[in-house]
């Protein structure tokens, strides 16, 4: 008899925030809160598992893959795996101390239980699957449990066969195989579609679940004692990881954990940093703003590698950086938006068969922002490569060749309208676009002085960048407002102006800058430390979390660092109970919405934390 594997009992939330006591987890219409879910990975994909135990959303066998288990987004197609006590219980969880691993604790009146989740990770191999575990232990008393496994591969739309193996409960779609391996479960009972078991787990009591999955490889079937080992090894490359990190303030365990929330959306196989690890979630419900974020933003993928990077994480900026020259190299010397986590470019999207989140479709499977023009994505890129060298690494002269491509490119489109940082249909003269070419222009010209570029246009460089500055601060400065502008021929206003601070255009602390923060607070505010996008947006979607860290980052820059720290300690408040983030949030109801976790969020915190540090 194999003996249990060595108990894992340092759950807590990294959150300071974290519950006091236990709740109860409430299923509207099927559907959980998006806060309620708390998300494991393992550098390839990932899960979200909800407090009342349910697995309701995993693509295999990658992120940016169709869903096996979608029911987020349709309880009765999408699929799930369910593990939760038989009769009422209360809930607490934590993930288990600056690691993705997750615990649950169920409180019934038999006695407690605990389930740890987690994506395995097992450096000593390549091994080309996936890992799901779930960990039962008795903590008190005996209480039943069970078990449902239920997946709906390629969005619900296919239908899995399921079959009973000697080995493990075996289901098959095209090239896609899964393997659900048991131990102390009970018996399993099978229908078409799905599996299911009811055990009782008693003080002191081990049981396991395991599913294993291969995209056309052979399936593997490890033993139990295995499978306990990578769990137990896993928690101990999560925290390895973690360590690695310089930042040292007051908000550390809040940094912790975005870093820990943006290593969940790195891929493995090729440096790419998702933009959120879900499709679809809707922004505000019964609209229409439905996305998949399941692809590498060049504009998030600078503000994150700046985040890596000024804390000390500079083993993931590496690989971040070659995926970001590979992708961009398929649409050289333009810059798209959006690429695929493999690269590719990203043009168009398709309607999936599913409910949606809350009754809101439309579902998505990609992104149509890949064909827009976005002229701050030229300044994103060579800010990006800007940053890089300047903690001390080098370019090759293949990439200074390129950088001087798309300099002379920009000189010839900075004029021209786009479609802004926002992605919006309307093309307008946005700030935030002239802000980003600024940049490009500026960036590019450090990096000929440091040698990295080859000094092809100076002279035309230095000199669209000085027009692009008179172009910002005669046509989109309001003097009426003290304020950058949303667009030119407004008096519209734009979050995305604070990033004017940070990104050295002009004093962070002057007159034009201060009187951009006051009056972004006049007008854009949402209630405690929630802000609006931009002008407008009140009416259309709620507030947009990464804008609070924006507006803690230009105060502190601004000289401003007592009220800066207010509103941080306000901003990491509004964190689920296990310090993750979504898109937006609900002024007043403080529900989260949009896709989850939200990497361009996490990462704003990571650099409003060290912005108030310095």
């Known amino acids: 008899m194999v003996s249990p594997t060595p108990a894992i009992t340092d759950a807590n939330s990294s959150h300071p925030r974290a519950d006091a006591g236990a709740r109860v987890p409430e299923r509207r219409d099927g559907y959980l809160a998006i ?71 169920f409180h019934t009146a038999d006695g407690d239980v605990r389930v740890t989740d987690a994506l395995t990770i097992d450096n000593a191999q390549n091994v080309p699957s996936r890992e799901l575990v779930r960990r039962v232990e008795g903590l008190s008393g005996a209480v039943g449990m069970r078990w449902r496994f239920e997946p709906r591969p390629g969005y619900g739309r296919d239908s899995a066969r399921l079959e009973r193996d000697a080995e493990a409960i075996l289901a098959r779609a095209g090239r896609l195989q899964l393997a659900l391996r048991t131990w102390g479960v009970g018996a399993a009972e099978l229908t078409s579609g799905s599996a299911f078991g009811s055990f009782k787990i008693a003080d002191g009591g081990e049981a396991m679940l395991a599913m294993i999955a291969t995209d056309g490889w052979l399936l593997p079937m490890p033993e139990r004692e295995a ?32 870093l820990l929330a943006i290593k969940l959306l790195a891929d493995t196989r090729t440096g790419a940093i998702t933009a ?25 993928l600078c503000f994150t590698l700046d985040a890596l990077l000024s804390v000390g994480m500079d083993d993931l900026v590496h690989a971040s950086v070659g ?6 190299s398929h649409t050289h010397p333009r810059i798209d938006p959006v690429y695929a986590l493999v690269g590719d470019v990203v043009r168009g999207q398709e309607k999936l068969p599913l409910a949606g989140y809350r009754r809101t479709a439309p579902v998505y499977r990609g992104n149509q922002a890949g064909s827009q023009l976005q002229l701050g994505g030229f300044g994103d ?72 570029v080859p000094a092809r246009s100076p002279q035309r460089w230095a000199r669209a960048r ?84 924006w507006m803690v980052e230009a105060m502190a820059l601004a000289g401003r660092a007592e009220a800066a720290a207010d509103l941080m300690q306000d901003a990491v408040g ?41």
């Not at 995926?323 to 961009?328: E, F, I, K, M, S």
């Not at 000189?411 to 940082?421: A, E, K, M, P, Y």
């Open 35 to 105: 806060e309620n879910y708390g998300a494991i990975g393992d550098g390839s994909t990932l899960a979200l598992v909800g407090l009342d135990g349910a697995i309701d959303w995993m693509c295999l066998p990658q992120l940016d893959s169709p869903s096996v288990f979608g029911a987020i987004l349709d309880p009765e197609r999408g699929g799930r795996f369910v593990l939760e006590p038989v009769g009422p219980y209360t809930v607490e969880r934590g993930y288990v101390e600056r690691t993705n691993v997750l615990q649950t604790t």
């Open 227 to 258: 499978v306990g080992r990578r769990l137990e090894e896993t928690v101990h490359v999560w925290r390895s990881w973690i360590s690695r990190h310089s930042y040292s303030g007051p908000w550390r365990d809040a940094v912790e954990r975005s």
């Open 276 to 300: 959120a690890g879900t499709t679809s979630l809707p922004e505000a419900l019964g609209g229409e703003r439905n996305f998949d974020y399941r692809f590498g933003w060049v504009r998030d």
């Open 323 to 328: 995926w970001l020259l590979g992708a961009t």
């Open 381 to 452: 890129l060579i800010e990006t490569l800007s940053s890089y060298v300047s903690r001390g690494h080098l370019l090759s002269l293949d990439t200074g060749e390129r950088l001087a491509d798309i300099g002379d490119l920009l000189t010839r489109l900075w004029r021209n309208l786009d479609s802004g940082l926002w992605e919006l249909g309307s093309l307008a003269d946005y700030g935030s676009s002239k802000l980003g070419a600024w940049v490009a222009f500026d960036r590019l010209l450090g990096l000929v002085d440091r040698g990295q």
């Open 466 to 549: 000085d027009q692009v500055r008179e172009h910002i601060e005669t046509r989109l400065f309001s003097e009426e407002k003290s304020s950058y502008l949303f667009k030119a021929g407004s008096e519209e206003l734009d979050c995305a102006m604070l990033l004017a601070g940070r990104r050295r255009f002009g004093d962070p602390s002057g007159p034009r800058m201060n009187g951009t923060i006051d009056a972004i607070r006049r007008e854009l505010h949402a209630g405690g430390p929630l802000f609006y996008r931009y002008s407008g947006m009140q009416d259309e979607e709620n507030a947009f979390l990464a804008c609070s860290f």
């Open 574 to 614: 509004v964190a689920s109970d296990l310090g993750l983030y979504t898109e937006e949030m609900e002024p007043g109801t403080g529900l989260m919405r949009g896709n989850f976790p939200q990497a361009l969020t996490h990462l704003s915190l990571i650099n409003a934390a060290v912005a108030l540090e310095r």
